[in-house]
């Protein structure tokens, strides 16, 4: 270990705070994806993204880290040195927890794992039998998260030796959950009944305070990925705030113009997608930047969620439209906007004179799509063709709180 190497409290307890606020995020996302279903779904959806806050939590101590993160074999994968943790402790390590002790690196960037797979479940909500649902996920986390996050932020992972910008998972988190949702609703179809019979949020309120939560939280997801208290942190954080106000404000106004009305559910989902749009850039980009990624995005998600009724695939709750979508933009503008007079250790993007980025942030996106796509169409065929992947038509219509749960959200 680098005998320069010393813990700063400040940044430990900062990284903590911030892995505690992007934990809440998981749960604020069952909230989110909860209220927007039936109510018979309620708690199936709901369960979605809690049982993986802890399922995804031991996967991530057995050998999700040291895929992650451990020493690169090849810029593809990390090694095995530390399975179960082996070597994880309270010194600090000098490739990625310079100030902070090693396992508050490792605890941070777990819950990053835990609600990635939880951001799939959108895409197929009321129409997944349980079983299947977890053993997908724990392999979509171990075959296509681990390897993407070596990719991208893993010391000498090939990505990001390419020179890809990506500072807290426009690429690892949303784009690969968007391209997974893809595969998702080609694998399992449309819901019984879909585009036949209405199906609105049964509870509003449910959603919107879910977005409050993935709002608040997401300040740990960004401003924590900088692993310290200082000037990056407040970069990413204002950029957060501005980039989710830039979104809401853009998906109302072409909502309004659209629709002829401003909804609760177009402001919610706005904000979502201008958290998703900023991820990428939010430590690379001026504040002034961030409004108009956040607008942009909000603009280019709402079209996105759109074509789902135009060209008739069902994704339930938008994970396609809003991560998809959002997370392609925010790589791409982070190839636009980024610049060094805002973060030396970044890059500068095309309106700081250098068009190369933004073919190197293409070749990303399109690396990490076609890798999570592929991957994740082949787990659902196999689980498909070996336990099954959708409830009976009787269970799918009864509900699956009671067939896959035995209880009901509302007595």
């Not at 991530?60 to 810029?75: C, D, E, I, K, N």
């Not at 932020?153 to 426009?170: E, I, Q, Y």
């Not at 990413?236 to 979104?247: D, E, I, K, Q, R």
Request: glycine content about 14%; aromatic content about 10%; charged content about 10%.
């Amino acid at each position: 270990m680098d005998t320069t190497l010393r813990i700063d409290t400040g940044d430990t307890a900062f990284v903590l705070l911030s892995a505690a606020l992007v934990m809440l995020m998981t749960p604020g996302l069952a909230l989110f994806y909860g209220g927007m279903v039936r109510k018979k779904n309620v708690l199936s959806t709901i369960m979605h993204s809690f049982i993986l806050a802890a399922a995804i939590g031991i996967q991530w101590a057995l050998v999700g880290y040291t895929l992650a993160f451990g020493p690169s074999q090849g810029g593809v994968i990390g090694s095995l040195d530390w399975a179960l943790l082996s070597g994880v402790g309270g010194l600090p390590n000098g490739d990625y927890a310079k100030t902070i002790p090693h396992a508050a690196f490792m605890i941070y960037q777990g819950m990053f794992a835990a609600i990635t797979p939880a951001l799939i479940s959108g895409a197929f909500a009321e129409r997944i039998r349980f079983a299947p649902f977890l053993v997908f996920s724990l392999l979509w986390a171990t075959l296509v998260y681990d390897p993407l996050a070596h990719w991208v932020w893993g010391v000498g992972g090939f990505l990001r030796t390419m020179g890809a910008l990506d500072f807290a998972g426009g690429t690892v988190v949303h784009i690969s959950s968007g391209a997974a949702a893809v595969a998702a609703v080609i694998a399992l179809g449309p819901r019984r009944g879909f585009m036949r019979e209405p199906v609105p949020p049964h509870s509003l309120p449910l959603t919107i305070t879910g977005a409050a939560l993935l709002w608040f939280g997401w300040f740990g997801f960004n401003a924590g990925s900088a692993l310290g208290s200082g000037a990056l942190a407040t970069t990413a954080f204002v950029a957060t705030h501005l980039g989710a106000c830039g979104a809401t404000i853009g998906w109302l106004v072409i909502e309004w113009w659209h629709r002829g009305k401003p909804t609760v559910l177009g402001a919610a989902s706005g904000a979502i997608a201008g958290l998703v749009a900023i991820t990428p850039a939010a430590g690379f980009v001026s504040p002034s930047a961030a409004i108009v990624i956040g607008f942009v995005g909000g603009i280019v998600c709402y079209f996105g969620v759109t074509l789902k009724t135009r060209l008739g695939y069902d994704d339930a709750l938008d994970a396609i439209g809003i991560h998809g979508f959002g997370g392609t933009w925010g790589a791409i503008a982070t190839g636009l906007f980024a610049t060094k007079a805002v973060n030396p250790d970044g890059g500068d993007g095309l309106l700081a004179g250098n068009a190369s980025l933004v073919g190197i942030q293409l070749a990303a996106v399109g690396i990490t799509i076609a890798f999570s796509f592929v991957v994740s169409l082949a787990l659902f065929t196999i689980i498909k063709k070996v336990v099954g992947l959708r409830p009976t038509p009787e269970d799918e219509i009864m509900g699956l709180d009671l067939t896959e749960h035995g209880e009901a959200g509302y007595n």
